[in-house]
Every structure is written in structure tokens, then in C-alpha cells.
């Protein structure tokens, strides 16, 4: 049977100090100690950072690596007066390098922070110079109604600010989802950034885009790169926006499109007949809530017409298109027909186009 021994040791390392209680110390041989009920801390300054807590624990002779089972951590803020627990982190087997510091848990690991969020993964490391952890296994993290899953993360071990590099990330609650090929996340400014390969999807929208920035205060979605925007209608008309940039204002349920100063913004709009509206805008306007779109300087393009006009509207519940100020051109195999008026309604049911107020008209043979 071993010896047992109660004792406590302090290292030093790089300015802090790293104190091992042990108590039930059975000494197998000369080589290893096995630990029950281990306790560490480590302390810089008279705070402390973190304390640990193990129902067992292998110390090793001429070794800095500790083996421990059944981990639980409580990391601490130290810019506070009080002791408060930023985080706490539970692992059934790990290792701590005596010599830095170093947490590596081994299989399943959880960290949660003072606001209860949580997050999943395995085999996760701390390195306490920079206090952050890191894990290149799949994750799934917990934020109130949020689930957002992935791989390869880097986070403060509050949870404050995280990076997911590799693979998909899904943000679901009820409605929207994103995915994206990369999210950090910067929780005091509330702030969320996807980048690469971006889809984010809500009800009858979606939107794909190099990059997406989450505004949480705002209540904002801003997009840029490379942006399409697809919507369906009630009539299940399907409508695609293709532009530089985008500003989605939740709260309001409206989005702004526009692109750099020398493109238009491009929409395509089809319907269940198969008859395609195109339209080129300077800057266009989606109020989902009265199912309009708003456009500037516009040019159409329909079949064997096509418009210019210095603004119009896209009215969803009366499927017409009207526009203001508006040079029309109507092709056909022996003539061309040019019209000016001040307002041009285009009914997408029927087809029809309606010219009203100082209508002028020209025929080239």
C-alpha cells in the first residue's frame, strides 16, 4: 500500500505563482504520486486567476505534465476588487503543465460564463500566457436562444470574444439562420462577423455574400461582396437582387441595396408565367412590410420593350411596376416605337403597359 501525506507546494513561473495543495497522497514508487481530492490555484499579484479542483490527480517524477480526472476550473476576473467568477470549465480527463500553466482537457469538455452561455467541444487547451482557449474539434455553442456550431475556435476564456475558423457555422434561434465559413463574435461591442461563403436565410428571404456583420444594438445586417438577394412573393414570384452592398434594418423591416459609384444594382424579377422583368438601379429600397420595392434611376428591361426613368416602384399585392418621368422604346421586327411620359405602369398579370400625363410618342420605320 502506498504512504500517504499532506503537504503544499508553490511554483513560480514567469511572475505568478502556482500553488498545489496535496492531500491524500499515496506514493506508489519513487516515480509517480497519485493524488486524491487535488487542488491548484495560481495567483498573480495577490489575485487569483484560477483555481482547480480534481478527484485525482499523477504526478510524475522529471515530468511537467500533471495527469488529472474529474476537472473542474473557476477562472476569475481580476480587474475586480471582489472575487467573481468569469467562467468555469469541467472535462472528465486533462493534463497541466507545471512549468506554463497549461490546461489540456481531454474528450468531453464544457465552459461556461457568468451569463450562462455555454460551450461544447473536445479536447480543449488554455494557455494561460494569453488566456485563451483553443480547440480544433467540433463545437456548438449556447447564447440564449442562439446555437451557433462549428470547428477549429479560438475564444478568451469568457466567452467575450470568439473565432470559429473551419468548416460551417449555423446561427438558429426561430428565424434567421446564417452560415458561414468563418464567425467572430466580440460580445461586449454585440457585434457578430461572418465571412466567406455567407447564407443567411429568414422566412421568404435569403442572402448570399462574401461578408456580414451582425449588429446586435442596431438590430442592423450589413452585407458586402459579391451580394445576391433572393426573395419570394406571395404569388410566388421569385425575385433576385444582385449588388456590392446591403443594410438590412430589422426593426423596420426594410433593406437598402446599392454597389460601387460606377455599377447599378441589378434585380431580376420572374414570374410564375415565366415572363422576366429586368431591372438596373442606382440605389433600391425593400420595404417588406408594404411588399414595395423602391428604386432610383432606373432602367428596365422587358421583352420587346425597355424603359428609362428617374425613379419607380414594384407594388407586390397589385403586381405592377410604376414608374416616374420615363423614356420608353418598344422594338419590333419592322419598327421601333419611342414614348415619353410622365408616369408608365407596367402590369405584370396582363402584360399591359399604361402611359399617363404628357405622353409623346415617335415612330422610326
Known amino acids: ?84 467568477v468569469i467562467s468555469t470549465l469541467k472535462a472528465q480527463e486533462g493534463k497541466i503543465n507545471t512549468d506554463t500553466n497549461d490546461f489540456y482537457t481531454i474528450g468531453y469538455t464544457t465552459v461556461t460564463n457568468y451569463d450562462n452561455e455555454i460551450l461544447y467541444c473536445f479536447d480543449l487547451k488554455y494557455i494561460s500566457s494569453e488566456d485563451k482557449i483553443f480547440t480544433e474539434s467540433n463545437i456548438k455553442l449556447i447564447k440564449e436562444d442562439t446555437i451557433i456550431t462549428g470547428e477549429d475556435l479560438e475564444a478568451s476564456i469568457d466567452l467575450k470574444k470568439i473565432l470559429i475558423k473551419k468548416n460551417k457555422i449555423e446561427i438558429k434561434n426561430d428565424t434567421p439562420k446564417i452560415y458561414a465559413d468563418k464567425v467572430e463574435i466580440e460580445k461586449d461591442k454585440k457585434i457578430t462577423l461572418f465571412e466567406k461563403n455567407v447564407k443567411y436565410t429568414e422566412q421568404d428571404l435569403t442572402i448570399l455574400c462574401d461578408k456580414l456583420i451582425k449588429y446586435d444594438i442596431e438590430n442592423i445586417i450589413y452585407s458586402e461582396g459579391n451580394i445576391k438577394l433572393y426573395s419570394v412573393t406571395k404569388s410566388s414570384e421569385k425575385i433576385e437582387i444582385n449588388c456590392d452592398y446591403s443594410k438590412y434594418y430589422k426593426q423596420d423591416n426594410k433593406i437598402e441595396l446599392w454597389t460601387d ?45 425597355s424603359i428609362l426613368a428617374q425613379s419607380g416602384i414594384f407594388n407586390e399585392n397589385l403586381r405592377e411596376i410604376s414608374l416616374d418621368k420615363g423614356k420608353m422604346q418598344y422594338n419590333t421586327d419592322n419598327y421601333i416605337l419611342t414614348f415619353r411620359a410622365e408616369k408608365i405602369t407596367l402590369f405584370l398579370d396582363t402584360e399591359k403597359i399604361i402611359l399617363q400625363d404628357s405622353v409623346k410618342g415617335f415612330l422610326n420605320l
Do not use: P
Not at 479542483?53 to 480587474?79: H, R, S
Not at 412590410?289 to 420593350?305: G, M
Open 1 to 84: 500500500m502506498g504512504l500517504k501525506t499532506n503537504k503544499v507546494i508553490q511554483i513560480f513561473v514567469c511572475g505568478y505563482i502556482l500553488s498545489v495543495i496535496l492531500s491524500n497522497v499515496f506514493t506508489q514508487n519513487l516515480d509517480e504520486q497519485v493524488i486524491k481530492n487535488f487542488t491548484a490555484y495560481q495567483t498573480k499579484s495577490g489575485r487569483k486567476l484560477w483555481d482547480l479542483t480534481a478527484k485525482q490527480a499523477n504526478i510524475y517524477k522529471d515530468n511537467n505534465l500533471v495527469k488529472l480526472k474529474d476537472i473542474f476550473i473557476k477562472f476569475y476576473d481580476t480587474k475586480k476588487k471582489i472575487k467573481f
Open 261 to 305: 459609384k460606377d455599377n447599378k444594382v441589378y434585380v431580376l424579377h420572374t414570374d410564375t408565367n415565366n415572363f422576366e422583368t429586368e431591372v438596373f438601379s442606382d440605389k433600391i429600397l425593400v420595404n417588406r412590410n408594404e411588399r414595395k420595392i423602391y428604386f432610383d434611376s432606373v432602367f428596365l428591361k422587358q421583352k420587346n420593350n
